[in-house]
């Protein structure tokens, strides 16, 4: 089996800052692209950033500037470096992962369990 954890999130002031990571555990031998979503109460879910297995990263416009992803294939870890965060950046962020199984043709794509993020006015 094959699980996506999350931790990191929590109630941050407006402008501060929360560093999500999302560690990939059991039978995992690699991940190709990953990423981090969220959901607002009453909203749909929606991509905040992906990275692929060569390092390629693209944002939502949303967080430009201000979220940075990042990976360490050794830890089969992701990262999401959330800096200048707004109230309206409150919501449950999920880890996404296309992951390689150790064994040949195993593996899919998988969700973390959700972290809620906290930002106040």
């Known amino acids: 089996q094959v699980q996506l954890v999350e931790s990191g999130g929590g109630l941050v002031q407006a402008g501060g800052s929360l560093r999500l990571s999302c560690v990939a555990s059991?039978?995992?031998?690699?991940?190709?692209?990953a990423g981090w979503f969220r959901q607002a109460p009453g909203s749909q879910r929606e991509l905040v950033a992906r990275i692929t297995r060569g390092g390629s990263t693209n944002y939502a416009d949303s967080v430009k500037g201000r979220f940075t992803i990042s990976r360490d294939s050794a830890k089969n870890t992701v990262y999401l470096q959330m800096n200048s965060l707004k109230p309206e950046d409150t919501s449950v962020y999920y880890c996404?992962?296309?992951?390689?199984?150790?064994?040949?043709?195993?593996?899919?794509?998988?969700w973390g369990q959700g972290t809620q993020v906290t930002v106040s006015s």
């Open positions: 996404n992962a296309d992951i390689i199984g150790i064994e040949r043709g195993t593996g899919g794509v998988y």
């Open positions: 059991g039978r995992v031998f690699d991940m190709n692209t």
